[in-house]
């Protein structure tokens, strides 16, 4: 028997997700398909267009076998500690054959070569990076001036193919999940597949596959997105109502005001928190603080997820702690297909608790699980929150949640 395992957001899921699921599945001719799936917020530092029990049933109709949830403080982490802690939670399932993933390069092959050079760190290329953070650049922008030469000076690789490979964000975590396999030892065989269809961060609505991005701006728009979407997912979000970073703009107001020094969270470098401290009291919304505090030592990504983890009360100390005791103290179910054997297969496997029950799981944890969960729950409830103020209308909180059986 043959499972294939993918990490996703699902933001929301769309023709380009389900590409990739049945490409997978005809290359390897695997039984089930299970997705580590990101909860209620998303790498990007905001919140999920749509709420996790609506993504799930989104993928189970259309070719998921079982969703489990990657915990927010990984969901929102960088690139690098999302991938690892993907990986590791496929690991701990025991019973993942491959970790299939989208990419936008047509030079495949040239993935597995920069993961390699970013896990080793050959000497050569650690003096390229020094040299260039010497100069003053950010360390995304050092990272790729030094693998460009590096691979060049090394492989022949032209310095333009490498720099338009680490433009997608697809390609660096195709890269990250390539690393993190080599660094945590995981028997997992990587499965690259090329995308189809519309660039990550294009707008346009007119391709048969449009991006997230595209489908997400619709939804802001108010535009109707059935044609967007596979019919099997567009049954699930018709009617359901979307929550944008603007919504949270009070909330994080509300924790910027009570913080001093924010370089205890998860995320937020001392310089960071510096800023922050500074331009606080000139905050007015989250877009336009992004701006006041944007530095180029920072990505706009990697300081929304700083404010979401200072909203959320996501702390450094906290994460360290479960990244040192093996990232996950129990893993959480959040939907099934009936007529899959995957229970049964993960129950027989998994190096980790598997949560059923969630309120006797809640109830009975202690320490390091007790905690994790805490962080968990309170950034839900921060979630549920801002969608029953929007939208008037109560839904369940995370101890009423059930799990989704297709």
């Not at 990007?44 to 029990?53: H, L, M, Q, S, V």
């Not at 596979?230 to 018709?238: K, R, S, V």
């Not at 009617?239 to 020094?261: C, S, W």
């Amino acid at each position: 028997m043959t499972t294939i395992g993918m990490i996703a957001e699902f933001n929301p899921f769309h023709k380009g997700h389900k590409y990739i699921i049945d490409k997978a599945k005809s290359i390897t001719g695997a039984d089930n398909v299970i997705v580590i799936c990101s909860g209620n917020y998303v790498q990007r530092g905001e919140p999920a267009i749509f709420d996790k029990t609506i993504r799930t049933k989104a993928a189970l109709s259309n070719g998921a076998d079982a969703v489990f949830e990657l915990p927010v403080y990984y969901s929102t982490a960088s690139a690098e500690m999302f991938a690892r802690a993907g990986v590791k939670f496929l690991t701990d399932l025991g019973c993942v054959d491959y970790l299939c993933f989208g990419c936008e390069t047509e030079h495949i092959k040239m993935l597995p070569t920069i993961a390699n050079v970013l896990e080793n760190e050959p000497d050569e290329y650690k003096a390229l990076l020094k040299s260039s953070l010497a100069d003053g650049d950010s360390f995304p922008k050092a990272r790729s001036n030094a693998l460009k030469k590096y691979l060049n000076d090394t492989k022949g690789i032209s310095q333009n193919e490498v720099e338009i490979t680490l433009k997608s964000p697809n390609n660096i975590l195709a890269i990250e999940y390539m690393k993190a396999i080599k660094h945590l030892g995981s028997p997992l065989k990587p499965l690259a597949i090329k995308r189809i269809g519309a660039d990550y961060s294009s707008l346009d609505v007119t391709d048969d596959f449009v991006s997230a991005t595209a489908i997400r701006n619709e939804l802001k728009q108010k535009h109707d997105i059935e044609q967007l979407v596979p019919a099997d997912a567009y049954m699930h979000y018709e009617g359901t109502k979307p929550l944008f970073i603007n919504d949270f703009d009070l909330l994080l107001g509300d924790a910027l005001i009570n913080g001093k020094e924010f370089q205890e969270f998860f995320g937020v470098p001392e310089k960071l928190s510096n800023r922050i401290n500074n331009q606080k009291n000139d905050y007015t919304d989250i877009e336009h603080f992004l701006m006041q505090i944007d530095s180029r030592n920072n990505t706009k990504t990697s300081i929304s997820r700083a404010l979401l983890h200072i909203m959320l009360n996501i702390k450094k100390a906290d994460i360290n702690e479960a990244v040192e005791n093996g990232y996950f103290t129990s893993a959480r179910l959040l939907g099934i297909n009936r007529g899959s054997n995957l229970i049964s297969l993960i129950n027989d496997n998994i190096k980790i608790p598997l949560i059923s029950k969630y309120s006797r799981h809640y109830e009975n944890a202690t320490g390091l699980d007790k905690k994790l969960l805490e962080i968990q729950l309170y950034a839900d409830e921060l979630y549920r929150l801002v969608y029953m103020i929007k939208y008037k209308e109560i839904i369940p909180n995370e101890f009423e949640r059930q799990i989704v059986v297709k």
